[in-house]
């Protein structure tokens, strides 16, 4: 079993920036790809980041985030991380960190999830 627990959200303008936490309880984070999404009123859920199962390991992004969001995680410290730079206001949404087994980098069928933190962006 693994808890996830998302922090670092809150309201930006748009072109600022936030980084979002994601601590990580029980197992070794280091045997799950890790993955954050997000959810806005009235869409379906999408997958934002994901990073394999090493710190510096392969990486995936959403098409509208590629060059602003990175994703990163220190297994040590059962941490990852989501910077996110350049906000607009269409990233406002609810974002959840998630870890799933398996080194499918694209797949959206996790394992385990957090509560989800609040992003809002204003123009």
């Known amino acids: 079993q693994v808890q996830l627990v998302e922090s670092g959200g809150g309201l930006v303008q748009s072109g600022g920036s936030l980084r979002l936490f994601c601590a990580a309880s029980?197992?070794?984070?280091?045997?799950?790809?890790m993955g954050w999404f997000r959810q806005a009123p009235g869409k379906e859920r999408e997958l934002v980041a994901a990073?394999?199962?090493?710190?510096?390991?392969?990486?995936y992004y959403l098409d509208s985030v590629k060059g602003r969001f990175t994703i990163s995680r220190d297994n040590a410290k059962k941490m990852v991380y989501l910077q996110m730079n350049s906000l607009k206001p269409e990233d406002t949404a609810v974002y959840y960190c998630?870890?799933?087994?398996?080194?499918?980098?694209?797949?959206?069928?996790?394992?385990?999830w957090g509560q989800g933190t609040q992003v809002a962006v204003s123009s």
């Open positions: 998630a870890g799933r087994r398996g080194t499918n980098l694209i797949s959206t069928l996790y394992d385990y």
């Open positions: 029980g197992r070794t984070l280091s045997s799950y790809t």
């Open positions: 990073i394999s199962s090493w710190s510096g390991g392969s990486t």
